[in-house]
């Protein structure tokens, strides 16, 4: 059967930028995906999406103008249902058969077999494949009716419809026109009140024709480029935009402020980076074809934190900063204009106009802001609420101070004052930013602002980076905090947040964690693990509990394991395969800093030619001794009555020592490749000797070898967890 590409494209006012990729998607595959289900497309079939700001479409190639008949066998009912005892059929098979369009004559020819523990009836019939116009009617609804729409808007249809005026469509954008092309043939399709042409608009204000006629599905996108002058392909616009940035950035020996921390990588990992940059993704969506212009700001705006005036640019504006070699923010920026007239001027004054005010707003902000210390909005804090259980700003600040002093108490440097003392100033501090006009404007630089803030007040580097990296890590791959005063703060603030809300029972359901619980979690794990902290989990949460008073219940055990459970995700994330993660944790060590150590350690024990008879062993040794109840770990020699027993032992003298020397001295994979020397004697105990003998004093006797035996071996991990 001939085949033909097909073009169907939606032509709408415009729509939603930040949702236009999911919606260019959704739309084409759900069109492909029902024109597959219906037998209209072939093996080799592909779909392309198309998406710009006025416009859905999808291109399809190999569609068949009509599917092929297809055999279907039907089950009717059971034969007992359907067939009386002298084998004629029952008024519901014949009631049955009418419904799908045969008569008594097709009894006969209905087949017998087993369904379950019974017999069925089934029915054979050709079903004649479906027409393009009918297939693609159904498809086209239905990728209209999925589409993921952020909010849906209702307007009136004035021709075509019952009621002209009257008459409601419901969609996220009022729609203009229908194309639908099965090569150059128009395909007799409906949707939204439209019906399917040939004929589309281009762009709104440099189309060179209008309307823009389509003379078959395969030159959409070049004539849409040369008469219509709009980039139809998201990703096309999207790479063309990236690389006029890119080259007018390079003119001035500037850096785009997206690209920052990219400069290792190569041109075409840039742009793919960039491609899921969420600032590029939403302008790609507000042009349909990008023109890149240069503007600039008074550098006197450049005496506000760079932070500002880059936040206020991208989010309320959608230009591109500009950074010097040195990562400084330049007074250029760049612009995405949608169109390009020859004198680009009024376009580029009209930008810098429009970005004065805003910036002059951030400059106002600091000026003001800085006009109090952060010292005197301490006591602000008591008038801003937290949490209806848990009380105000000003209570969590007073337990983060509280907890932060606890834990820089377990550290090295509890005895230096000046540490002390930055760590409460900063932990006192840490929440003071919130009621600066800067942060009330941009909630975004939380942290960032008081950092400076703390500067121009005079209280120390230290205690500036611990004010503003306090939240951090932010995200998965954030920085940590920059200094020991920063890591102890943000653990304290993480520590107080994840201990209250389990405290009063607020904890992540699903997908729902509005307080980002897992996200502090993590934090937790990544400072404890990679913040050198010689510091026991236990110890840290034990000493949290009590700055909340009666505010909460307990939450030791249920934080604990919520703790443990983001590590162990986080550990198999980085390729540790679920056994080895799983003999680590089951041990529950309360120094996450050696976690890493431990699983090194494992994963080479577990390449030993012993280690599966050695952890097959240890399982069988837990066993026992969970059957045996509580186990004392004293061995009495004269009690041995095997040879096989006095070996173990005789081995166990000299190499439990040595393996717990080397545990001690943190080198776990030598303690445990020291114990894999076990594997004979072990082997030769289980063969020769009856744990459970009916002498109590032997059994008493065989069950503390074991006991010490499994102590020593589970130092470092429960090696049971690797047994098969």
């Known amino acids: 059967m001939t085949t033909q590409n097909l073009l169907i494209e939606l032509f709408v006012e415009e729509l939603p930028p930040k949702a236009l990729q999911k919606l260019g998607d959704a739309f084409s595959s759900v069109l492909f995906e029902q024109l597959k289900a219906q037998g209209l497309t072939a093996a080799n079939s592909a779909v392309t999406a198309y998406a710009s700001p006025r416009r859905l479409a999808a291109h399809i190639t190999a569609v068949s103008a009509l599917a092929a008949d297809k055999a279907v066998q039907q089950k009717l009912m059971p034969v007992t249902v359907g067939l009386d005892a002298s084998g004629n059929a029952t008024p519901a098979l014949l009631k049955k058969l009418q419904a799908l369009g045969a008569g008594p004559e097709a009894v006969a020819q209905l087949k017998r077999a087993p369904d379950g523990k019974a017999e069925a009836l089934f029915y054979d019939s050709i079903v004649k494949g479906a027409s393009l116009a009918d297939g693609l009617q159904k498809a086209l609804s239905e990728a209209i009716a999925k589409l993921p729409i952020p909010k849906v808007m209702s307007y009136q249809l004035e021709t075509d419809c019952e009621l002209p005026g009257w008459s409601s469509v419901n969609f996220v954008r009022p729609a203009h026109s229908l194309v639908a092309l099965h090569g150059s043939i128009v395909v007799p399709v409906k949707a939204l009140g439209l019906t399917a042409g040939n004929s589309t608009q281009g762009h709104r204000f440099e189309a060179r024709v209008s309307p823009v006629v389509l003379a078959n599905a395969d030159v959409y996108a070049d004539t849409l480029a040369k008469d219509g002058a709009v980039i139809a392909s998201y990703k096309e616009r999207s790479r063309d935009m990236i690389r006029q940035l890119r080259a007018k950035a390079r003119q001035f020996n500037a850096l785009l402020e997206v690209e920052q921390g990219m400069q290792a990588l190569s041109d075409a990992e840039v742009e793919v980076a960039l491609l899921d940059n969420a600032l590029v993704q939403e302008v790609t969506a507000l042009v349909e074809r990008p023109n890149v212009l240069v503007c600039e700001f008074e550098k006197q705006f450049l005496d506000v934190p760079q932070e500002c005036l880059i936040l206020t640019m991208k989010a309320n504006q959608k230009y591109f900063p500009l950074l010097d070699a040195a990562g400084k923010l330049t007074n250029q920026f760049l612009v995405v204009s949608n169109i390009t007239p020859d004198d680009a001027s009024a376009v580029i004054g009209g930008n810098e106009r429009v970005v004065r005010p805003r910036l002059a707003d951030a400059k106002f902000f600091f000026d003001q802001d800085r006009k109090k210390t952060l010292a005197s909005r301490v006591e602000g804090l008591a008038k801003v609420v937290y949490h209806n259980k848990?009380?105000?700003?000003?209570?969590?600040?007073?337990?983060?101070?509280?907890?932060?002093?606890?834990?820089?108490?377990?550290?090295?440097?509890?005895?230096?004052?000046?540490?002390?003392?930055?760590?409460?100033?900063?932990?006192?501090?840490?929440?003071?930013?919130?009621?600066?006009?800067?942060?009330?404007?941009?909630?975004?630089?939380?942290?960032?602002?008081?950092?400076?803030?703390?500067?121009?007040?005079?209280?120390?580097?230290?205690?500036?980076?611990?004010?503003?990296?306090?939240?951090?890590?932010?995200?998965?791959?954030?920085?940590?905090?920059?200094?020991?005063?920063?890591?102890?703060?943000?653990?304290?603030?993480?520590?107080?947040?994840?201990?209250?809300?389990?405290?009063?029972?607020?904890?992540?359901?699903?997908?729902?964690?509005?307080?980002?619980?897992?996200?502090?979690?993590?934090?937790?794990?990544?400072?404890?693990?990679?913040?050198?902290?010689?510091?026991?989990?236990?110890?840290?949460?034990?000493?949290?509990?009590?700055?909340?008073?009666?505010?909460?219940?307990?939450?030791?055990?249920?934080?604990?394991?919520?703790?443990?459970?983001?590590?162990?995700?986080?550990?198999?994330?980085?390729?540790?395969?679920?056994?080895?993660?799983?003999?680590?944790?089951?041990?529950?060590?309360?120094?996450?800093?050696?976690?890493?150590?431990?699983?090194?350690?494992?994963?080479?024990?577990?390449?030993?030619?012993?280690?599966?008879?050695?952890?097959?062993?240890?399982?069988?040794?837990g066993n026992v001794l969970k059957k045996a109840g509580e186990v004392d770990a004293h061995v009495n020699t004269a009690l041995f009555k095997e040879d096989a027993e006095q070996a173990l032992y005789a081995i166990m003298q000299k190499l439990l020592p040595e393996s717990e020397a080397q545990f001690k001295a943190g080198d776990y994979t030598a303690s445990l490749q020291t114990l894999a020397t076990l594997r004979s004697p072990v082997d030769a105990f289980f063969d020769d000797v009856m744990v459970n003998a009916e002498e109590m004093d032997l059994r008493l006797n065989r069950q503390g070898l074991l006991k010490s035996l499994h102590l020593a071996m589970n130092r470092v991990a429960d090696l049971s967890c690797l047994a098969t």
């Open 390 to 621: 848990l009380g105000t700003q000003g209570e969590r600040t007073d337990r983060v101070r509280a907890i932060a002093k606890g834990i820089a108490a377990l550290l090295p440097q509890a005895k230096d004052a000046a540490f002390a003392q930055a760590v409460d100033t900063a932990a006192q501090l840490a929440k003071t930013d919130l009621l600066t006009d800067m942060v009330g404007e941009f909630p975004e630089l939380q942290g960032i602002m008081g950092g400076y803030y703390a500067r121009h007040d005079g209280l120390g580097e230290d205690v500036a980076q611990a004010i503003e990296d306090h939240y951090k890590p932010r995200f998965a791959g954030d920085e940590l905090p920059r200094n020991t005063v920063g890591v102890v703060v943000a653990l304290a603030d993480k520590l107080e947040t994840l201990v209250g809300m389990f405290g009063i029972g607020n904890l992540p359901t699903g997908d729902k964690d509005p307080f980002a619980l897992r996200r502090h979690a993590l934090g937790v794990v990544r400072m404890l693990s990679e913040a050198n902290l010689d510091v026991a989990l236990d110890a840290l949460i034990a000493q949290a509990i009590p700055v909340f008073g009666d505010k909460i219940t307990d939450p030791a055990a249920a934080l604990t394991s919520f703790i443990y459970d983001r590590l162990s995700g986080g550990l198999r994330e980085q390729g540790y395969s679920a056994q080895e993660v799983e003999a680590v944790l089951a041990l529950r060590p309360q120094r996450l800093s050696d976690v890493a150590k431990r699983l090194t350690a494992v994963r080479a024990f577990a390449a030993l030619p012993e280690a599966a008879a050695l952890a097959a062993a240890n399982k069988r040794i």
